[in-house]
Structure formats: C-alpha cells, structure tokens
C-alpha cells in the first residue's frame, strides 16, 4: 500500500513538473516569436526609413558637386559624402546581421 503511495505521489510530482517545463516552453516561444517580430520590424526600419534617408543625403550631396562652390563647401560636401557612405555600408551590413539572425531564428525554432 505504502509503495503505491509513493508511486502515485512520484507521478504526481512528475507531471507538476512536466507541467511546470511545458509552460515554461510555451513562454520561451512566445519570447522567440516576439523576438522574430522585433528583428523584422528593425529590418523594415533600417532597409525603408533610414536607407531612404541616406540616399537622399547621398542625392543632395551628388546636387552639391554639380554647383558651383567655394573650396571649403566642396571639401564639407565631401565629408558629407563619405559619412553618408559609410552608415550606407553599416546599414547593409545590420540588416544582413539582421537577417541572418531571422534566418536562424526561423530554422532553429519556429
């Protein structure tokens, strides 16, 4: 009598703790799921809002170099060039980072 007690409080104990991982399971792929969401919205950011706007610092610095100007306006639209380029190539490469890690996300987990 006495080992069916401890059979059936062993088996209790067990599903409590199956039970316990389960959710804890369920809410690791809920914070999976809201990472995902969160890793394409900053793709969506970074490849609508602030590669538009890099292209048009890049457009109006082209526009810069076709008027006339004094040296040292061209040699500031020529800074303004490169740091334009430079986020340029820092974006591509977040939103390649970005995008690996969706990658790996999707395949691993969801």
Known sequence: ???????????????????????ELEKLKKHQ?????????????????????????QGISGLLNRVKLSASSKILVQFIKRAAQ?????????SAYIDKKTRILKDRFL
Do not use: C, N, P
């Open 1 to 23: 009598m006495e080992t069916d007690v401890q059979g059936i409080s062993e088996k209790v104990r067990l599903t409590k703790e199956l039970l316990d991982v389960k959710k």
């Open 33 to 57: 799921k809201e990472y995902k969401t969160w890793l394409e919205e900053m793709s969506f950011i970074i490849s609508h809002k602030v590669r538009s706007s890099i292209a048009h610092i």
């Open 86 to 94: 430079s986020l340029s190539v820092f974006t591509v490469e977040l």
